[in-house]
């Protein structure tokens, strides 16, 4: 439900073995919240059956508000430089606990960065502009753009709705803007070319819109 990373491509890890492994200094704090997903993407770490039932941010079980906010309440804020909702799963397949959850982190936890990794179909999931939700909650939205066009990402995501999921994930990124200081799309480097990179670089110059491209985390 909760693990802990101390640096970039660092292993996740419970706290008692992130203590050990780095016992001063600051990390993040990966949350997760459900299993549950509207992609069934080619790269998946879900897909790793053992992997994910080894890690401790698969969930037996959906966790209740009140079981993930005393996880929460447990946690050594000290040490933490920022809260990321996230994966195994799509946090926004839960919206109302997660936006509850980030409200109570900004409220116990005032000042404390928030981020929600995503793949952006929180609006076809839902019927209606979701992006608002996160006003005053939410600092930054990483928004997975996979691929240069409607077909590629498709064929990548296998998205529950089809071809449409690509611009609806665009244009929840643009809303996105109006609410979310920080909005970043990602592409996986090892996943797609330069060219296929060059491309998504185009479109999001063209949306104003900043994309990341991440390494891939085959372990
Ligand atoms: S969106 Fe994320 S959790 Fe869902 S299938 Fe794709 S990689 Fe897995």
Redesign the pocket.
């Known amino acids: 439900m909760l693990v802990y990373a101390t640096h970039k491509g660092g292993r996740y890890l419970s706290l008692p073995d992130s203590l050990q492994e780095q016992p001063d200094g600051l990390r993040n704090l990966y949350v997760n919240i459900t299993n549950e ?1 509207n ?3 080619t ?2 770490l ?1 897909n790793m059956k053992k992997m994910a039932e080894e890690s401790s941010l698969w969930l037996k079980k959906r966790p209740t508000v009140a079981e993930l906010k005393k996880a929460l309440d447990e946690v050594p804020w000290e040490y933490i430089k920022e809260v990321v909702f996230c ?4 946090p926004t397949m839960q919206l109302d606990t997660l936006t509850e959850l980030l409200r109570y982190v900004k409220e116990t936890q005032p000042g404390m960065p928030t981020r929600l990794n995503t ?1 952006g179909l929180g609006e076809l999931e839902y019927g209606r502009e979701i992006a608002a939700d996160f006003k005053g909650i939410l600092d930054t939205i990483s928004i ?1 753009l996979n691929a240069s066009n409607a077909e590629r990402y498709y064929e990548l ?1 296998r998205a529950k709705y089809g071809l449409q999921s690509y611009e609806a994930m665009l244009d929840f990124a643009e809303h996105s803007k109006k609410y979310v200081p920080h909005v970043v799309l990602t592409i996986v480097d090892k996943v797609e070319g330069p060219d296929e990179i060059a491309r998504c670089r185009e479109i999001c110059a063209q949306r104003n819109l900043t994309l990341r491209v991440r390494e891939y985390e085959d372990s």
């Open positions: 997903c992609c069934a993407c790269f998946c879900r994966g195994f799963g799509e793949n997975s995501t």
